[in-house]
């Protein structure tokens, strides 16, 4: 059973740094890429970052660009999102997915998400 657990969030002032962790179990954490989603009050969840399974290449948003930086340690089975240079409009709840592919059949897997929340 897939069990993906976000870790990591809170409040902090504008210009700070926060840094999430994803602890994921239940699959072959090495085999999969990770992505990094949030969604905000009345708004889409947006998919944030992304990262390959080996970690050898990534993906942001535009608006995250230069700010975030995903990461990941295959031998903890964790996946990190550090912020930094935080902005109000960052404020969203934070979550960890997966998306497994047996072929026909395909699977996304959520955590219960960590709360960003961004003060002037």
């Known amino acids: 059973q897939v069990h993906l657990v976000e870790s990591g969030g809170g409040l902090v002032q504008s210009g700070g740094s926060l840094r999430l962790s994803c602890a994921a179990s239940?699959?072959?954490?090495?085999?999969?890429?990770m992505n990094w989603y949030r969604q905000a009050p009345g708004k889409e969840r947006e998919l944030v970052a992304a990262?390959?399974?080996?970690?050898?290449?990534?993906n942001y948003v535009d608006s995250v660009k230069g700010r975030f930086t995903i990461s990941r340690d295959n031998a903890k089975n964790t996946v990190y999102l550090q912020m930094n240079s935080l902005k109000p409009e960052d404020t969203a709840v934070y979550y960890c997915?997966?998306?497994?592919?047996?072929?026909?059949?395909?699977?996304?897997?959520w955590g219960q998400g960590t709360q960003v929340t961004v003060s002037l």
């Open positions: 997915n997966v998306l497994r592919d047996w072929g026909i059949v395909r699977r996304n897997y």
């Open positions: 239940g699959f072959t954490f090495s085999t999969h890429a």
């Open positions: 990262i390959t399974s080996a970690g050898d290449s990534t």
